[in-house]
Antibody, heavy 116, light 113 residues
Framework: EVQLVESGGGLVQPGGSLRLSCAAS????????MTWVRQAPGKGLEWVAN????????DYVDSVKGRFTISRDNAKSSVYLQMNSLRAEDTAVYYC?????????WGRGTRVTVSS | DVVMTQSPLSLPVTLGQPASISCRSS???????????LNWFQQRPGQSPRRLIY???NRDSGVPDRFSGSGSGTDFTLKISRVEAEDVGVYYC??????????FGGGTKVEIK
């Protein structure tokens, strides 16, 4: 079964850091770009970042550039999102998604709350 | 950035009746490779999004044939031929032609009258 499982979310103070992880299974992970998409409470979907199959290319939405870093470990079939200098507006459910534009497989999400 | 505009915001529908959601992009979504990367997603209450349609009109495996996608260039439509109770949720279009950034429409909430 093709599956993506996110972890690492939680409550963090403004200015703090979190590292999200996503473990993939059921498919050849190294054949796919991977993406993070977020959804603020009661809001729509927002693309956050993606990373090429071999990790050589990474793109970010402007609002997280310089604060978030996407990375991957193909040996562990995992993708990560290091989030620094967190702000209240980063509060959201973060979804791990397969692909760079197809988005055919989604994880269940991990919740990040930035609050003092 | 490509702006995706969905309408309506809310769509009350009677069970068994058709429903139609519009999605317009601020520029053509035809890619240099000739494909149009326009997807539709369904998000049921409390669930993750699920892709229904890719490249305008291709239905994903397991998606009921009452869902169909159409359109070209900048104008796209998702149609549900006969709405069922399980179709309640929010529907999003998304363009994957011009990125970064990839962009989503604001969503259309489908509810039963």
């Amino acid at each position: 079964e093709v599956q993506l499982v996110e972890s690492g979310g939680g409550l963090v103070q403004p200015g703090g850091s979190l590292r999200l992880s996503c473990a993939a299974s059921g498919f050849t992970y190294s054949d796919y770009w991977m993406t993070w998409v977020r959804q603020a409470p009661g809001k729509g979907l927002e693309w956050v970042a993606n990373i090429k199959k071999d990790g050589s290319e990474k793109d970010y939405v402007d609002s997280v550039k310089g604060r978030f870093t996407i990375s991957r470990d193909n040996a562990k079939s995992s993708v990560y999102l290091q989030m620094n200098s967190l702000r209240a507006e980063d509060t959201a459910v973060y979804y791990c998604v397969r692909g760079h534009s197809g988005f055919d497989v989604w994880g269940r999400g991990t919740r990040v709350t930035v609050s003092s | 950035d490509v702006v995706m505009t969905q309408s309506p915001l809310s769509l009350p529908v009677t069970l068994g009746q058709p429903a139609s959601i519009s999605c317009r992009s601020s520029q053509s979504l035809v890619s240099s490779d000739g494909n149009t990367y326009l997807n539709w997603f369904q998000q049921r209450p409390g669930q993750s999004p699920r892709r229904l349609i890719y490249k305008v009109s291709n239905r994903d495996s397991g998606v009921p044939d009452r869902f169909s996608g159409s359109g070209s260039g900048t104008d796209f439509t998702l149609k549900i031929s006969r709405v069922e109770a399980e179709d309640v949720g929010v529907y999003y279009c998304m363009q994957g032609t011009h990125w970064p950034p990839l962009t989503f429409g604001g969503g259309t909430k489908v509810e039963i009258k």
